[in-house]
Nanobody, 114 residues
Framework: QVQLVESGGGLVQAGGSLRLSCAAS????????MGWYRQAPGKQRELVAT???????NYADFVKGRFTISRGNAKNTVYLQMNSLKPEDTAVYYC????????WGQGTQVTVSS
């Protein structure tokens, strides 16, 4: 059983920063990738950034240069540092852990005001 708990969302003005955290518990030793996705109202869930156990990162074009994904030393946490936030970044952000299937957190709301 895998559980993911996200935190760090909130309301911020355009140009501001937020740091999302995700703590994973359970059988995550075989996890190959952790990452963040987001879903805005009326839109499909989309990839934001991922990081593999080897440390390779992948970013959506719309966040390159603004967001940074990283893993904690204990490898059961993943962070998303979001800088230069824009109103279009407003969405529910979900943490994901890939083992054999993808496990998802409950999501954390990020709202960027103009």
């Amino acid at each position: 059983q895998v559980q993911l708990v996200e935190s760090g969302g909130g309301l911020v003005q355009a140009g501001g920063s937020l740091r999302l955290s995700c703590a994973a518990s359970g059988s995550i030793r075989s996890a190959t990738v952790m990452g963040w996705y987001r879903q805005a109202p009326g839109k499909q869930r989309e990839l934001v950034a991922t990081v593999t156990t080897g440390g390779s990162t992948n970013y959506a074009d719309f966040v390159k240069g603004r967001f940074t994904i990283s893993r904690g030393n204990a490898k059961n946490t993943v962070y998303l540092q979001m800088n230069s936030l824009k109103p279009e970044d407003t969405a529910v952000y979900y943490c994901m852990v890939g083992i054999v299937i993808a496990y998802w957190g409950q999501g954390t709301q990020v709202t960027v005001s103009s």
